[in-house]
Structure formats: C-alpha cells, structure tokens
C-alpha cells in the first residue's frame, strides 16, 4: 500500500467533507477508524472540550446535528506532515426552524492512522458558537410558548 502522502490525505478530509455537506454521514463515517476520536473546544455547556470516542457514538452525535441543522464546510488551506494535517476549514450551519445562520472559519488537525482518520480536533470561536445556540434555543423557545 502506498504511504499516505499530503494529496491522498487532503482527498480524504475533503471527500469527509463533502459527504457532511450531503448528509451522508455513513459515506463520512467510512473514512475513520472505528476507535476514532472526535475532539471540539466548543460544544460543553461547561465550557469544557467535548470529546466523541468511538464511531458510534460519533455517528449519533452527527445525527444529532443533521436533524436539526443543515451545514457545509470546506477546506481553505491544508498542510501535512508526519501523519498530521492541518486544515482551515470555511463553514456555515443553518438551523432548519429559525433559519439562523452561523457562518466562519475553524481550524481542523486531523491524525490519521493509514488511509482513516483516526483523531479530528476542531477549534471554532467558542463565544460565537455558544451565541448562537443560545439564539436559536431562545428563539424555539419564543415560538413554541405562542
């Protein structure tokens, strides 16, 4: 098998990306180890990172995300090396009933461990992120109490 080199990984992280783009989160899945980690610094109520171990569990925490959103990404720039690569990705999400958008820029460090990806760490603007699930949750809120 041929080494992974900074072609074949960017191929792979953009084929992950465009199959989150389609919904096709089994297509998604297919590119990464079935003990892979899923790690954000957004996303806690806490503050904390949120962490998905496991395809599984990852698989339901996308679906979570499907449901009541509809998302793109895409990647800006990409660099690897030694089995690491770094990622700029331009994204945006937008909430299926209140129709609010979020849209920016995050960082994505991708490890992968052959031809998968193993480990995916994202680095969003957590206060900007944060916002917005607390405007789409109060706005839910507003229409559901009418």
């Known amino acids: 098998m041929k080494k992974l080199d900074q072609y074949m990984a960017r191929s792979l992280l953009e084929a992950t990306h465009a199959a989150w783009c389609t919904g096709e989160i089994e297509r998604l899945l297919s590119n990464y180890v079935d003990d892979c980690v899923y790690w954000c610094n957004a996303g806690s109520l806490d503050g904390s990172p949120f962490i998905v171990e496991g395809k599984q569990p990852f698989r339901a925490f996308l679906q979570s995300i499907t449901a009541v959103a509809e998302s793109a990404s895409v990647i800006e720039h ?44 994202e680095y969003h603007d957590a206060a900007k992120m944060a916002a917005f699930w607390r405007l789409v949750t109060s706005d839910e809120k507003a229409e559901n109490s009418k």
């Open 78 to 121: 990409f660099q690897f090396e030694d089995g690491v690569g770094r990622a700029q990705i331009e994204a945006y999400i937008r909430h299926r009933r209140t129709g609010h958008v979020l849209a920016g820029t995050y960082r994505q460090i991708v490890t992968y461990r052959g031809r998968k990806i193993a480990k995916s760490e």
